[in-house]
């Protein structure tokens, strides 16, 4: 079995219900409400998740990218149907094999994946938290989570898409050490 799908899986699976389950209790009141991620209100935050999700399912089937990014407008119910096709693209242990065409071009395909898991922790806390939605995962999945962020939080912060590592306690849940190391204040109120 492959390892980075029997580790990578799980985690994703438990994020990606998570996401669900915030956007489904999103009220269109909430749309230009702000967000932990500075660059997104709610609304903004749905079409970026929405095209990254839809992205990597492609990516898990080794599809091709569309030249045309999508339409902006995505719904929180159409959220959580990308969440979960992500969840089920990245469930076939041939998709964490070879290379495939994620985000900025050609990658591992394991590492994707492992974008995928970061993507779905950060931007479902996120949500949750601009919305007053719980964003429920195992300290397991938060341990996963966390691996996988910091595999790429150097880089994001050269491409500013995570600011300086907030500090966290060592003993603090997982998923607060994943939010310090992507530059986010687990503490943040809207």
Not at 8 to 36: F, K, N
Not at 71 to 89: I, M
């Amino acid at each position: 079995m492959n390892t980075q799908h029997s580790t990578l899986h799980p985690a994703i699976r438990e994020c990606a219900d998570a996401v669900a389950a915030t956007a489904s209790g999103i009220r269109s009141e909430q749309l230009g409400d702000r967000t932990p991620c500075e660059k997104f209100t709610v609304a903004e935050l749905l079409d970026h998740l929405g095209e990254t999700l839809s992205s990597s399912a492609r990516a898990a089937r080794k599809e091709a990218q569309p030249d045309e990014p999508a339409a902006s407008g995505t719904s929180p119910a159409s959220l959580a149907e990308s969440a979960h096709r992500v969840a089920e693209a990245w469930g076939d242990p041939g998709a964490y094999e070879g290379t495939t065409e994620f985000g900025p071009g050609e990658m591992p395909a394991g590492f994707a994946a492992t974008a995928t898991l970061g993507e779905l922790a950060l931007h479902g806390w996120d949500l949750a938290r601009a919305t007053g939605r719980p964003f429920a995962i195992s300290e397991d999945a938060a341990q996963v989570a966390l691996g996988a962020v910091g595999q790429f939080a150097e880089g994001a912060r050269a491409n500013g898409s995570f600011g300086p590592p907030v500090p966290v306690s060592a003993d603090a849940p997982a998923l607060h050490r994943v939010l310090g190391t992507s530059g986010r204040n687990p503490e943040w109120r809207g």
